[in-house]
């Protein structure tokens, strides 16, 4: 008989190839038990170092029990992928060490979230990370935002309806963020400004009304282009991205209409802000972009030397020096023509930026499609703008899409940089939390959360751009098959 | 286009009227964005223009050059020039971009005259810039273009300066360099480090192993999506949480001297160049006499073996003996003239590193790494997979497959995008004005503050970071091209 060395076979024959017919539910299970089981041995180790009475659990032999089945269900998960985690020696020790390091660090997260942080300094102040300080001590003026989350309701509905996917892979997700909003409105320890409970009726009634905006617009899109024509659903994005372009100057206007009343862009602040900012130097950045590239890569001179000048110098500073030259610079040299508030000078410096960054993208996309192209539509009779903008950049945004979403997700980033210049975004609010006496110190809850803002649409950003490059054919799967 | 084209198309309008009324409409529809466009770059050249001519009169810009030939620029004059000028500016562009629409001209002519479009569209807007620039130039002190103030002392102090010392009243030159030095130290140390953590994780992401492969992803995609910013602010809080207070620092043997206020370690002076050169002619000399013991092959005998050994631990017992006569440590002593008041105690000797060096290694290591480690992988994804397979079939070791047959060849796609990170990685140190760790751009801060000149020392900031960017690229240029050289 063949001599067993490796620890899977031995396993084998102790477990007699014991193989679950559903694994994936079986290793979600386990992991999920694996969990529960941590968390309630350092739950019971929290309420023993708490409370200094006899309670039934009062022994550290409890939660150690359960840190042992936590252990097992690792360990499940572990035997189920045991032909890969423990074919060979090596593969074991390696297994063993990532599990330790799973392990302990699931041991800090979970009793740093749900034990040792006071999560109050985020709910407290949740209106100043959202909106920034102005619109903390001025609350009636959050009323401006409202009709913005209308508009961005019905576009979040439309441009899910029109994909053309099942419905619960939306609504599931949807249902449970409109349900946490819900709470997340009614639910209130204490409001700013006062001891007394606020009246939330109305804002319940809003938010109630905008999911029934979205949930009406996804069923109503998702029933109509369900079974329409591509060409359909193509002009209906268009729409759509004119429609986001429209409710982005309407927010504008409603927050601060032209006239006395109105809330001032310095006065702007939070996360929206944040959104502000990234979404307007996206879209300015873009055309900035595909200005320079076109510039750079033309033969006439008083084009391409301003451009490849302007790209070159851009980039070669960080964004921070940018940024301070917008601050200190920038208004002495507007002042007589354009009196500029720090944000519409930061919108200019970030869209500069990361125009440039984006025309050096682009021209390798432009310089990647065929020149038959272009000679094909000269030859059709197309002028030399109507051949640059409807023949080639559209084939050149294809080509560098994961580039450009990659991109936008840096300057998403980025905007967390501009409390530097003085403003209230996310960024700063956290860093500027800590220092209220009630929550003295309290860093790692407020960075945190404001990080894994920032990390979620990033995050989100990402899957989007893997999303895009699997529908354009762009990824090349397999690791390398082609020579 | 000539006269009689006009002359005609003015008796078809005689003898139908209606002409015009859907010609004009049809002109309109079919140029609206041009028009609009026009309409806005009216607006903006009208501004333009009328702060370029208040800039041009008497007073602006001393005595002008036009003063000999017109007596003022007077208000009425500037009104009427600057409701004029933007409609005759406006008009020029319009027709000009019109007829390079239409496509009337050949391409050589439709080159020359776009860029005498584009020339002329853009003439207000750089007037208006040429002359606020030399309005700015004399009134205003950040836009003065001299360094005499480099020269001054710099007034302010530095929380880390290490290796170097500096004075109140050291100039504000000397300062910039410990800056930029700063810098240097965390770039050229962080790329290191991130270059062998993001190959190893790189690496581990494409592990068979399902719970590496996990776990480096989770890595990767964690710190990848975070801001840099957030980071380095977390770990520079989370390190003055972790490390102990300055009346409780952990000293390990009186040598290392461990607060959130400062890190203490020993400093190695040298004592005798004499012996420290000595110390390395014996490694040399290792070198030469293997070399000379080798030229027949290498002799892998047992009594070979021990001989080798023995020259091994012969040849570093010098060197070691060499390198202790050389240099002495010195170790670092804690003064406490007032025990209780912990604020007045100092160190005597020994090397300081400040807490926002560390902070700023861990966060730009980090965020450099999960770089370096999504190219890594990519570049190891693209390779053919008859490379790896051949290399099984030659019965290699994992570890020999990575070394001998895949780093060397991803190693050719790898070069190019590692170079983008590290200039990446160079630009993000300017991050540590946000942690008060003092290099080149912290100190350009506060000198602009302190001296007021920001442009020359925007300047100078800007051809640092061209200049290092250079460097940057100019190794790696090299690196590319030892690596590109060999033919496969």
Redesign the interface.
């Known amino acids: 008989m063949k001599k067993q060395t490796s620890l899977a076979d031995k396993m084998s024959v102790w477990f007699s190839n014991y193989e679950p017919t559903q694994k994936l539910l079986h290793v979600r299970a386990a992991l999920f038990l694996g969990f529960i089981f941590l968390y309630t041995a350092l739950a019971i180790e929290k309420a023993r170092s708490w409370f200094s009475l006899d309670l039934p659990f009062d022994s550290p032999l409890i939660a150690n029990i359960f840190v042992l089945f936590s252990i097992i269900s690792f360990f499940y998960v572990?035997y189920i992928?045991r032909d890969?985690?423990f074919s060979s020696n090596v593969?074991v020790l390696?297994?063993l060490i990532?599990?330790y390091?799973?392990f302990k660090f699931l041991e800090g997260t979970i009793s740093f979230i749900f034990f040792s942080a006071n999560w109050e300094v985020i709910w407290v102040n949740r209106r100043m990370l959202a909106f920034g300080p102005y619109f903390t001590s001025h609350g009636e003026e959050v009323e401006r935002l409202w009709p913005t989350v209308y508009m961005m309701a019905v576009l979040l509905g439309c441009a899910y309806g029109s994909l053309g996917e099942k419905l619960q892979k939306f609504l599931i997700p949807f249902t449970f963020v409109a349900f946490c909003l819900v709470i997340g409105a009614t639910y209130n320890i204490r409001p700013e400004g006062g001891s007394g409970h606020y009246d939330y009726t109305l804002t319940l009634q809003r938010l109630l009304f905008t999911f029934f905006l979205t949930y009406a617009s996804f069923l109503l899109s998702h029933q109509y282009y369900k079974d329409a024509e591509e060409y359909q659903v193509n002009l209906f994005h268009q729409i759509l991205s004119a429609g986001a372009v429209l409710a982005f100057i309407l927010t504008i206007y409603f927050l601060d209409p032209p006239g006395d009343d109105g809330v001032n862009p310095g006065e702007w602040g939070g996360l929206f802000l944040n959104f502000i900012l990234a979404s307007a130097a996206i879209v300015l950045g873009f055309g900035v972009g595909v200005v320079l590239a076109f510039g750079r890569r033309s033969?006439?001179p008083?084009?391409s030397w301003p451009s490849t000048t302007i790209i070159e110098?851009i980039r070669?500073?960080?964004?921070?020096?940018w940024l301070?030259?917008a601050y200190?610079?920038l208004p002495?040299?507007l002042m007589?023509?354009?009196d500029a508030d720090r944000v519409s000078r930061t919108i200019l410096i970030l869209s500069l930026f990361s125009g440039c960054y984006l025309a050096e993208i682009l021209r390798g996309g432009l310089q990647a499609v065929p020149a038959g192209q272009k000679e094909a539509a000269l030859s059709l009779g197309l002028?030399?703008?109507q051949v640059n903008m409807l023949i080639i950049l559209p084939q050149a945004v294809r080509i560098t899409m994961p580039a450009i979403v990659s991109n936008m997700?840096g300057l998403w980033?980025?905007t967390?940089?501009i409390?530097?210049l003085g403003i209230h975004d996310a960024?700063q609010v956290?860093?500027v939390l800590p220092a209220q006496w009630e929550f003295v110190?309290l860093?790692?809850e407020a960075?945190?959360f404001?990080?894994m803002v920032?990390?979620i649409i990033?995050?989100y950003l990402?899957k989007i751009s893997q999303r895009i490059e699997k529908s354009l054919g762009l990824k090349?799967e397999?690791?390398?098959?082609?020579? | 286009m000539s006269i009689s084209y006009y002359v005609k198309y003015f008796e078809n309008v005689k003898n139908n009227p209606r002409k015009l009324l859907d010609d004009s409409w049809n002109f309109l529809i079919n140029n609206w964005v041009l028009l609009v466009g026009i309409y806005f770059y009216y607006i903006l050249s009208r501004?333009?223009f009328r702060?370029s001519l208040?800039l041009l009169q008497e007073g602006q810009l001393g005595v002008p050059f036009y003063y000999n030939y017109i007596t003022a620029l007077t208000n009425p004059a500037i009104d009427s020039l600057s409701f004029w000028l933007p409609i005759l500016f406006s008009g020029l562009v319009f027709t000009g971009i019109y007829y390079l629409?239409i496509?009337r001209f050949n391409p050589k002519e439709?080159?020359r005259n776009?860029?005498l479009v584009?020339?002329l569209a853009l003439i207000p807007f750089i007037m208006?810039?040429i002359l606020?620039?030399l309005y700015?130039n004399q009134t205003?002190k950040?836009?003065y273009f001299g360094l005499e103030y480099m020269d001054e002392d710099s007034g302010f102090q530095l929380s880390n300066d290490w290796p170097w010392e500096t004075e109140l009243q050291d100039s504000r030159w000397k300062f910039y360099a410990v800056g930029i030095s700063n810098a240097a130290r965390v770039v050229v140390l962080s790329i290191i480090l991130s270059t062998i953590i993001g190959t190893f994780f790189g690496v581990a992401r494409l592990?068979?192993?399902?719970?590496?492969s996990k776990?480096s992803e989770a890595y990767v995609?964690?710190f990848?999506?975070?801001?840099?910013?957030?980071?380095l602010?977390?770990w520079l809080?989370?390190l003055g949480?972790i490390l102990p207070r300055h009346n409780e620092m952990w000293i390990f043997w009186d040598w290392f001297y461990i607060s959130n206020r400062t890190i203490m370690f020993p400093r190695i002076i040298l004592d005798s160049a004499l012996f420290f050169l000595l110390a390395l002619f014996s490694l040399v000399g290792f070198r030469f006499y293997t070399n000379y013991l080798d030229k027949d092959g290498f002799d892998d005998s047992e009594e070979g073996l021990r001989q080798r050994m023995y020259l091994w631990f012969g040849t570093l017992l010098v060197f070691s003996i060499f390198l202790k006569v050389a240099f002495t440590l010195e170790q670092p002593e804690l003064v406490k003239p007032n025990p209780r008041a912990y604020g007045t105690w100092y160190f005597n000797g020994g090397e300081e590193i400040s807490v926002a060096f560390i902070a700023m290694m861990i966060g730009l290591t980090i965020y450099t790494s999960v770089q370096i480690a999504e190219i890594v992988r990519g570049s190891i994804?693209?390779?053919?997979?008859?490379q790896v397979e051949a290399a099984i079939s030659l019965g290699l070791s994992p570890f020999q497959r990575l070394r001998l047959v895949i780093i060397p060849q991803a190693l050719r796609s790898m070069i190019p995008p590692m170079n983008n990170q590290y200039l990446n990685c160079w630009?993000?140190s300017?991050?540590a004005?946000?942690i008060s760790f003092s290099d080149h751009?912290a100190v350009t801060?506060t000198i602009?503050n302190n001296a007021g000149q920001?442009?020359p020392a925007?300047i100078i900031?800007?051809l640092t970071?061209?200049i290092g960017?250079m460097l940057i690229s100019a190794i790696m240029n090299y690196l590319n091209s030892r690596v590109t050289s060999v033919k496969i």
């Open positions: 572990g992928y890969n985690l593969n390696t297994t990532c599990f390091f799973i033969s006439l008083l084009f110098t070669s500073g960080p964004l921070v020096a301070f030259i200190i610079l002495d040299v007589p023509v354009w002028t030399t703008t997700i980033k980025d967390s940089l409390h530097l960024f956290a860093k110190g860093y790692p960075l945190l404001v990080g920032f990390w990033s995050f990402s090349n397999g690791g390398g098959e082609m020579t | 501004n333009f702060q208040l629409n496509g439709s080159d776009g860029q584009f020339l208006y810039f606020q620039l700015l205003d950040s836009w592990s068979t192993n399902l719970v590496l776990m995609e964690f990848r999506n975070m801001p840099l910013v957030v980071q602010f977390f809080t989370m949480d994804q693209s390779l053919p997979r008859g630009k993000n300017s991050l004005v946000i751009f801060y602009v920001a442009v925007f900031l800007l970071y061209q960017s």
